[in-house]
């Protein structure tokens, strides 16, 4: 069966400092892999997609299928980065699944 | 962009009676819409996919008899949760998409506290 794991809830980083969002996933066929962004008090929307392989407010992450992995990473966080984040996995029939998200906390 | 809507946003109801959200979409057409419910400090669980004019199709686990989904019009989806029960208590939260495009747009959430 599909899953996708987050195994930080939380993560702390200062502005200015490298920041990686742990993603890894379980599922048989051929994944496509997505970050989603929920900020405060704000509904959740689409941060990029592995297809894309584009860098979005300075965001990246890469597919590895050999540790079935899509961290996220910034090389430096800013203040308005923090929020809630969540892979998602889209698997056959367009359903998606989602990691238990982490929280970025990034202090000034 | 895109805006997904639902109503109401918080309810509270009694344990046994049925309460109805609705989700729309305000601006395109959603020919599939996905409910969720995110547990707290937990993921969300998709629980369901529907597409206009046809049966909705449930996760495993997921009981369609107390989970009632109707999505009878391109911006228009509906979950009823049937003889709610405390553990029913929720944030239930839509989402659609428009035709074979990937994307899929978001809305607030309700929050459902059944006492």
């Known amino acids: 069966a599909q899953r996708v794991t987050q195994p930080e809830k939380l993560l702390s980083v200062f502005k200015g400092a490298p920041v990686e969002l742990k993603c890894n996933y379980s599922?048989?066929?051929?994944?496509?892999l997505f970050w989603y962004v929920q900020y405060s008090r704000q509904r959740l929307q689409l941060l990029l997609r592995?297809?894309s392989r584009e860098s979005i407010k300075g965001f990246t992450a890469d597919l590895n299928k050999g540790e079935t992995s899509f961290h996220l990473k910034k090389p430096f966080a800013q203040e308005e980065d923090s929020a809630m984040y969540y892979c998602a996995l889209k698997v056959q029939g367009n359903k998606f699944y989602f990691g238990s998200g982490t929280k970025l906390n990034v202090k000034p | 962009g895109a805006v997904v809507s639902q109503h109401p946003s918080r309810v509270i109801c009694k344990s046994g009676t049925s309460v109805k959200i609705e989700c729309r979409s305000l601006d395109f057409q959603a020919t599939t819409m996905f409910w969720y419910r995110q547990f707290p400090k937990k993921s969300l669980m998709l629980m369901a996919t529907s597409n206009e004019g046809s049966k909705a199709t449930y996760e495993q686990g997921v009981e369609k008899d107390k989970f009632l989904i109707n999505h009878a019009s391109l911006t228009l989806s509906t979950l009823t949760v049937t003889s709610a029960h405390p553990e029913d208590s929720s944030f239930y939260i839509c989402s659609a998409r428009e035709g074979s495009v990937y994307e899929q747009y978001f809305g607030p959430g309700t929050r459902l506290t059944v006492t």
């Open positions: 592995h297809i």
């Open positions: 599922y048989s066929g051929s994944p496509e």
